[in-house]
């Protein structure tokens, strides 16, 4: 076996961490833990991922275990309500790529790199798709199609792209360095030439399959891999728990029924006077930005105060949340609490920073 | 809509978005946050602050 080994810097193709897209292989689905969903406006679904769309309740995504060999997840498409996009209207889903992880391929300037990205792809439709990269304002684009030949049936595509040498790309920063984009359908004002950067946002070409005009239609994709280079290499598995932690950058949630229980706790907490109580969550991984803050289910203080949760952004960056309880009674100045479920396993706490 | 929490009006903890009792933080890299100031920028006003002494 012959492994090719490239430490350089500049638009690198090193062996490991070399896949731009996280949760490539689909394993994580932490907010909705492999429920399927209809959303009804864009919304992240599988971790990093954000289905879009111009009409409400069109699509239903699922985390699925219809897979080609190797893997043993994919994210599912079904269409729920067919629909014939306008022409300024679309519908597929996105992945957006941090401008931290995507700076060294030097877009918008001399020089870019050229990337590559294959995944693999089943759909009860055949036809000609639109993929599309983007950069942050949505006014560079290089819309290209790729072709799913036989119906249900796994098919492995790759897509080489020149990088862009003109446009504002957002370089290292905590913005989006890349939009990657998979069009499932769009109207005739996201259709552009292919196979070339162009302004504005081309999402396919003329001719292009638009897959949401079809009820009941299915669509999977899974192994998606984003590198540096002309070539596709083999999808680069990483181990459960570094996803997890690259995922966690961007969005993660404390549950309390990990062990089943209806009153687990939370934080310790102190009371700042007979009404508020704060507390400190240390997250898990360091998030993108501060991120929004949201409680489901119920919570009470350890004594059964009634109360609603709240957060103290001033306080609260991208390591540490202060999560403050606040409107019950009865505590005494600098003594101490703790917050926890309420008779609930569905309670738990989220953070989310998403680009 | 939105609702502002906070201390005084020199101090806000945070923007809940009421739909689903998000809290936003004033980050402006914050898309949530973004997403606010487009609502506010169309003319919206969030509802009366909750004021936590």
Not at chain 1, 237 to 264: A, D, W
Request: aromatic residues 12%; glycine residues 12%.
């Amino acid at each position: 076996m012959t492994l090719a080994v490239n430490i350089a810097q500049g638009g690198s193709n090193n062996v490991t961490m070399r896949n731009r897209i996280i949760n490539g292989a689909m394993v994580l689905d932490q907010r909705n833990a492999g429920a399927a969903v209809t959303p009804t406006a864009d919304t992240y679904t599988l971790d990093r991922w954000s289905v879009g769309m111009s009409q409400a309740s069109k699509m239903t995504i699922q985390q699925s275990s219809t897979v080609p060999s190797g893997f043993s997840k994919s994210l599912s498409v079904t269409v729920a309500s067919a629909y014939t996009p306008a022409a300024s209207e679309w519908f597929g889903f996105f992945q957006k790529i941090e401008g931290f992880n995507s700076a060294d391929l030097g877009f918008g300037a001399a020089g870019a790199s050229t990337v590559t990205i294959s995944f693999w792809v089943r759909s009860s439709i055949t036809g000609s798709y639109g993929f599309s990269l983007s950069n942050s304002s949505q006014n560079r684009s290089y819309p290209v199609l790729y072709t799913v030949n036989s119906a249900n049936t796994w098919e492995q595509k790759t897509i080489t792209i020149p990088g862009d040498t003109s446009g504002t790309w957002v370089g290292a920063t905590n913005g989006i360095g890349l939009l990657c984009i998979w069009s499932l359908g769009a109207g005739s004002s996201y259709l552009q030439t292919a196979n070339a950067w162009g302004t504005g946002l081309g999402l396919g070409t003329t001719g292009q399959t638009n897959w949401i005009t079809n009820a009941g239609a299915t669509f999977y994709i899974t192994g998606v891999q984003l590198e540096a280079g002309t070539t596709a290499s083999p999808f680069e598995y990483r181990q459960y728990g570094t996803e997890l932690v690259l995922c966690q950058r961007y969005f993660q949630k404390i549950s309390g029924s990990i062990n089943g229980g209806s009153y687990n706790q939370f934080a310790n907490m102190a009371y700042e006077n007979a009404a508020t109580a704060w507390g400190v969550i240390a997250l898990r991984a360091t998030m993108r930005t501060q991120p929004t803050t949201a409680y489901n289910g119920t919570f009470t203080l350890s004594y059964g105060t009634q109360g609603t949760l709240i957060n103290d952004a001033n306080q609260t960056g991208g390591d540490l949340a202060v999560i403050g309880w606040t409107g019950g009674s009865g505590g005494a100045a600098g003594s101490s609490t703790y917050i926890r479920a309420n008779n609930s396993t569905a309670v738990f706490i989220s953070f989310s920073a998403e680009l | 809509m939105y609702k502002i929490w906070q201390k005084n009006p020199d101090y806000i903890y945070c923007i809940e978005r009421l739909e689903d009792h998000a809290m936003i933080p004033l980050n402006p890299d914050n898309t949530d946050y973004q997403e606010y100031l487009r609502w506010l920028e169309a003319g919206n006003t969030p509802e009366p602050a909750e004021e936590n002494q």
